[in-house]
Every structure is written in C-alpha cells, then in structure tokens.
C-alpha cells in the first residue's frame, strides 16, 4: 500500500482556500485543480509499504507525537510551484510543524523507511499543469498573497493513497500530537 503522513487544515481553512480559487477555475481552466477532499500538508511520503510494516509505521508517529506539544495556530499563506504543479504554502515561517516533520523523518529512517533527505518545503496542492504551457506563472501570481486564517494542528493522519486517473485517500490512523 501507499502511505504518506499528513495533516489536514481544519473547515474554516478549506473554505477560505475554496473561495480564493474559486474566481480562478474558470480563469485558468487548463489547469487541473485538485478537490478539497484532497488538500492536505505531506509531513512525510513512505511510499509503496508492505501491510506488515503499518504497525511499525504507527509506533513511529505514536513516538514522534509523544515529543511534540499540539501547535497552536499555522495558515495557508503564498503561492509556489514545483514544474507543473501549484500549491499554497503555510505560516509562519520558519514553519511550526518544521520540527515535527524532521523528527517524523528521522524517525520513519531509522526504522528503514527511504524518507526523503532535503529539506521540508510545507506546502498544499491545488492545481496540476495539464501541459508546460499552463498558467502555472499565472496560478502563482494571483496566490501570491494568498492569506488564509490560522487553525490549530492538534494530529497527524496516516494516509493510504491509490493512485489513477481519480486518486483516492483514506485515513488510516489518526494520532494526537502531545500523546
């Protein structure tokens, strides 16, 4: 199965985030714009992982949640892109869930994980570029000063993703920060 760690924004953050994009779906319509269903922060991607392992997998959110307090107020804030896709990136920054996704890593390695080595960029997919003449540019720029409201980050999810034409994601386990 294919599992990657994350953390949801809470209601009143989608909301704000759907009504921001809302004027650009028609605008930039060559771009495929990912459902709400789908936003969500990637603390850490495992990758493909044997059923097996999932228990492995929970100890190590269980440890990692333990050693880190709920974080008190984060928003979605900016724009960026990496090639064809456009996201939405988070505040304050240095972030305050840096700390809690390089320790998740740290931790998902030492267990045997192949967790990715660089750098934690925070950020929320919204759009993919169909082709590399897409308003990506475009996308970025009207979201260049995209302000979200803060909501509190009190878990972290474990994610079962399915790949396709119609990705699907379901919520496997969820772990309180602060144990």
């Known amino acids: ?18 009504a921001a994009l809302a004027p650009l779906r028609g605008a930039l ?3 495929r714009w990912q459902p709400r269903e789908r936003w969500h922060l990637t603390l850490a991607f ?9 228990p492995t997998v ?10 880190h307090d709920p974080v008190g ?11 064809r896709i456009v996201w939405v990136g988070l505040e304050p920054r240095p972030s305050a869930l840096e700390p809690v ?14 967790i990715e080595r660089r750098a934690w960029t925070p950020h929320l997919t919204v759009a993919r570029a169909r082709s590399a003449t897409a308003h990506v540019p475009e996308a970025c720029e009207a979201l260049h000063d995209y302000a979200g409201p803060g909501w509190p980050v009190r878990e972290m999810t474990l994610v079962r993703s399915t790949t ?4 699907e994601y379901a919520v496997l386990d969820r772990v309180a920060l602060g144990g």
């Open 1 to 18: 199965m294919r599992l990657f760690v994350a953390v949801w924004p809470d209601e009143g953050a989608l909301a704000h985030l759907e």
């Open 46 to 54: 495992l990758g493909e992982v044997d059923e097996a392992r999932r």
């Open 164 to 167: 396709g034409p119609s990705p």
């Open 29 to 31: 319509g060559d771009l």
């Open 101 to 114: 996704a390089r320790d998740l890593a740290r931790s998902l390695r030492e267990k045997g994980f192949p």
């Open 58 to 67: 929970r100890r190590a959110l269980g440890d990692v949640a333990s050693r």
């Open 73 to 83: 107020s984060v928003a979605l804030a900016g724009a960026g892109a990496f090639g």
